[in-house]
């Protein structure tokens, strides 16, 4: 599915009856089978964005066209999952529709299988993530939207994790958006990187990548990589007034 | 081990008790023991108990469905919560006795009016507690469960339920020692039959043992209610939780 997305204004009240701009002049698109990566500072509006797209957030001017029915899986800062069921009671409730064969092949692939029938508060926070991973791609998502999926796992847990995400993503072209403070994943990740400013979020500059996921060398991330720090530096630059 | 012990004190205490007051004021275990055989063989014993029994379980059924109903309603809607706020402090404050004596005066004496009597004693404790649980509900929850388009219906088993369940429990288990406790009395007041009845009259021709047989019989299918039913399905709520080493 195609996503656009053109939001004039988001703003946030506050205690003392200020209003704060979230989000101004947001616009972009995605085509189907897509993967966006959002690279920004923490704070500066990644997850309101989410929460619009999504459709958690109406209070906002401007406009989000996906079709109605568009299913969406959504793996969130936090895996979210319910306590109170197992693993895969947890999956299967976000997604009645998925057999078996999906499941067996998802619980393969994230390395979930001895897990099926832990408790959530069995599990470590990797392992939560995978289960909310697990769940996100179960309901054959026609929108895949990821919110930090790799943020407080060590360095060889991410790439491991990052890897399954990339193999997943590529197994059934999904539209995805993946929002990440880490440069490295989203070029690992992305078919186009998008570098937001700090709050309130604009488009700084957008980066495309056209060689497959899995054919990227390390030369080329290095130069993609400094590219990318070169645009965020002289924003910076601009914005301090040097 | 230690509850029998526990028992065989309580017993042995009583004995002398009634020694040092004499049989008029305390009877001793065996007397109260063959006023409980004599009204068991009568029948009578069963059928009072049965009755108190069948008023306790729909009064307590009224209450709790009705109470996590509008506790449900006022802790998700600020309008539900300003208008029911008084409601509930004046319920919450009059006394049971002010309760089941209008009820008997408005309704006259009447079953329907006993169970109404009770059901609303024990209403807003549950109302309060059932509140207080939906007002901590995890918010992060709801929004998983509507971005995955999980059907309402759906959502509330599987993921408002569960949070509220330790709750509604907690609303149960006090809920049910204050039924225990309303329903002698509005027997006492206003029906002829029931526990509560049969220790009326028992007070008023000052047969104690008679009293006491009651009131160790009512005592005794109340803490078996509570190891065999209430205390099973706490465990049950809460058998996902880890259990700290």
């Not at chain 2, 006795?97 to 549950?126: H, M, Q, R, S």
């Not at chain 2, 509900?137 to 388009?149: G, N, Q, T």
Request: proline share 5%; aromatic share 6%; charged share 20%.
């Amino acid at each position: 599915m195609q996503l656009e997305v053109n939001i004039a204004r988001k703003a946030f009240t506050n205690a003392a009856g200020e209003r704060h701009d979230v989000l101004v002049d947001f616009n972009f698109a995605l085509g189907a089978g897509e993967v966006g990566v959002f690279v920004g500072p923490s704070g500066c509006g990644k997850s309101t964005l989410l929460k619009i797209l999504v459709g958690l957030d109406h209070d906002y001017s401007g406009r989000v066209v996906r079709p109605a029915d568009a299913r969406i899986g959504m793996v969130f800062q936090e895996p979210r999952l319910l306590p109170w069921r197992s693993v895969e009671e947890n999956v299967r409730l976000a997604a009645p529709q998925a057999d078996d064969a999906r499941l067996s092949m998802l619980f393969a692939v994230l390395e979930l299988n001895a897990h099926r029938n832990h408790f959530p508060g069995e599990l470590s926070l990797g392992l939560a993530r995978r289960v909310a991973l697990a769940r996100a791609f179960a309901v054959e998502p026609d929108l895949l939207i990821l919110d930090e999926p790799l943020a407080s796992l060590d360095d060889t847990l991410a790439g491991r994790l990052r890897d399954e995400i990339a193999t997943l993503v590529d197994s059934r072209s999904v539209t995805t958006l993946l929002v990440t403070h880490s440069i490295d994943d989203a070029i690992r990740l992305g078919d186009r990187v998008f570098l937001l400013s700090p709050r309130p979020a604009r488009i700084l500059a957008e980066q495309p990548i056209r060689t497959p996921r899995n054919a990227r060398s390390q030369a080329e991330i290095a130069a993609i990589r400094a590219d990318i720090e070169h645009v965020i530096n002289g924003d910076r630059a601009k914005r301090i007034g040097i | 081990m230690l509850r029998v012990l526990s028992f065989a004190v309580f017993l042995a205490t009583w004995w002398i008790a009634a020694l040092f007051a004499g049989g008029e004021k305390l009877p001793a275990p065996p007397a109260v023991l063959a006023a409980i055989v004599a009204a068991a063989e009568s029948g009578a014993l069963f059928i009072n108990l049965g009755v108190t029994l069948a008023r306790v379980a729909l009064a307590f059924t009224l209450a709790m469905t009705l109470g996590t109903a509008i506790g449900y309603l006022m802790g998700r809607v600020r309008l539900a919560n300003r208008l029911g706020d008084p409601w509930l402090i004046l319920l919450l404050n009059l006394p049971a006795l002010v309760v089941i004596v209008l009820a008997y005066i408005w309704a006259g004496l009447t079953e329907v009016a006993a169970i109404a009597a009770i059901a609303i004693n024990k209403l807003p404790t549950a109302v309060v507690t059932v509140r207080e649980g939906t007002r901590a509900l995890d918010a992060s929850l709801d929004e998983m469960a509507r971005v995955f388009a999980i059907p309402p219906w759906k959502a509330f088993r599987h993921v408002i339920l569960p949070q509220l369940a330790p709750y509604i429990a907690a609303a149960a288990r006090s809920g049910l020692s204050l039924v225990w406790k309303i329903v002698l009395v509005a027997e006492l007041l206003g029906r002829s039959n029931g526990v509560g009845f049969e220790i009326g009259v028992a007070f008023q021709l000052f047969d104690i043992p008679r009293l006491l047989a009651y009131s160790l019989t009512f005592v005794a299918v109340v803490l078996a209610i509570e190891t065999a039913l209430v205390q099973p399905f706490e465990a049950r709520l809460s058998r996902w939780r880890p259990r700290a080493a």
